[in-house]
Nanobody, 125 residues
Framework: QAQLVESGGGLVQAGDSLRLSCAAS????????MGWFRQAPGKEREFVAA????????DYADSVKGRFTISRDNAKNTMYLQMNSLKPEDTAVYYC??????????????????WGQGTQVTVSS
């Protein structure tokens, strides 16, 4: 069983950057493909980015492509989301996820086995 804890959220202005972290407990982090999701008020949770177990393959939602970068450090059991050129529409609670299944394709398909508790990102205009 994996426990995921996000950090790094906050209040920033449009155009600023933030880096989110997701720390995973246990010794099985490298066995999981990982990802980020977000949920804005009144909206459904949506996929943001995914990264394979080996860090070899990534995928992004069109809305963040070119601005966000997902990465992981298996030695530190930690995943990151570097968010640049933030926009007010990026405001949401961001969740870390461990995939039981991930296939990066068109479309990308997945099954989330574990969720973090979320971290708030607020971008002011």
């Amino acid at each position: 069983q994996a426990q995921l804890v996000e950090s790094g959220g906050g209040l920033v202005q449009a155009g600023d950057s933030l880096r989110l972290s997701c720390a995973a407990s246990g010794r099985t982090f490298s066995r999981y493909a990982m990802g980020w999701f977000r949920q804005a008020p009144g909206k459904e949770r949506e996929f943001v980015a995914a990264i394979s177990r080996s860090d070899a393959t990534t995928d992004y939602a069109d809305s963040v492509k070119g601005r966000f970068t997902i990465s992981r450090d298996n030695a530190k059991n930690t995943m990151y989301l570097q968010m640049n050129s933030l926009k007010p529409e990026d405001t949401a609670v961001y969740y870390c996820a461990a995939f039981g299944f991930l296939r990066i394709s068109r479309p990308t398909t997945f099954r989330v086995d574990y969720w973090g508790q979320g971290t708030q990102v607020t971008v002011s205009s």
